[in-house]
């Protein structure tokens, strides 16, 4: 079953601007994490926000983490033409020793 | 550098078939994870393995099946493919459960 939400499924903006991709998810979590992935490419780890912070920065990547709606958000400031790819929100759950739960992506177009 | 591949990369079988997928990593890391892809559905969870010997089930199990005998190596193996089957399936690695993960390259599998 799908923990995290992204939205929007898609996105496609002009070089220059920022992008800004939204998760919500269901039950109570430890941290949420958010992933790249290139076409034809493996996951790639971006930034991990843990249920006690807020707010985290990573170079161009802002993560924002709002417990009592369940739902964060990923900002990319000044995007690139190379930020296009598919990005995940994962969850890991207070439920012990629980693996990532993957929502099903936003696709990022930037358009040079 | 320490790494995961998973091979092979591309497959193409019959249905009714045995098939595994290797997955290799040299991240010395104790948790193990099998997902796979498919447009609409985002990644789902196959098997997963927290050390040697460890195994367990993940959201997409049913016809699937893992084994663990030492920490690098995490195979996957389809006891009778079907066209159902036919995804692109994603192992990573993990140092701890609450950490990222690092993912392999991907096998795309297709199941005539």
């Known amino acids: 079953s799908q923990q995290g939400e992204e939205d929007p499924q898609a996105l496609s903006i002009q070089e220059g601007e920022n992008a800004t991709m939204n998760c919500s998810y269901k039950?109570?979590?430890?941290?949420l994490q958010w992933y790249r992935q290139n076409s034809g490419r493996g996951l790639v780890h971006l930034i991990l926000?843990?249920?006690?912070?807020r707010e985290k920065h990573s170079g161009r990547l802002r993560v924002t983490l709002d417990t009592s709606k369940k739902s964060s958000s990923l900002l990319i400031t000044a995007s690139r033409a190379a930020d296009t790819a598919s990005y995940f929100c994962a969850t890991l759950t207070h439920s012990g020793n629980t693996p990532l739960v993957f929502g099903k992506g936003t696709r990022l177009s930037v358009i040079a | 550098d320490a790494e995961i591949t998973q091979s092979p990369r591309h497959k193409i079988t019959e249905t009714g078939r045995q098939v595994t997928l290797a997955c290799h990593q040299t991240w010395n890391h104790n948790n193990m994870f099998w997902y796979r892809q498919d447009l609409g559905h985002g990644l789902r969870l196959i098997h997963y393995s927290y050390g040697v010997q460890d195994t367990n089930k993940g959201e997409v199990s049913d016809g699937y099946s893992v084994s663990r005998s030492n920490t690098e190596d995490l195979p996957l193996t389809l006891e009778s493919a079907a066209s159902s089957q036919t995804s692109v399936y994603f192992c990573?690695?993990?140092?701890?459960?609450?950490?990222?993960?690092?993912f392999g390259e991907g096998s795309r599998l297709t199941v005539l």
């Open positions: 926000i843990r249920s006690n912070e």
């Open positions: 990573a690695s993990s140092p701890g459960p609450t950490g990222e993960l690092f």
């Open positions: 039950t109570s979590i430890n941290n």
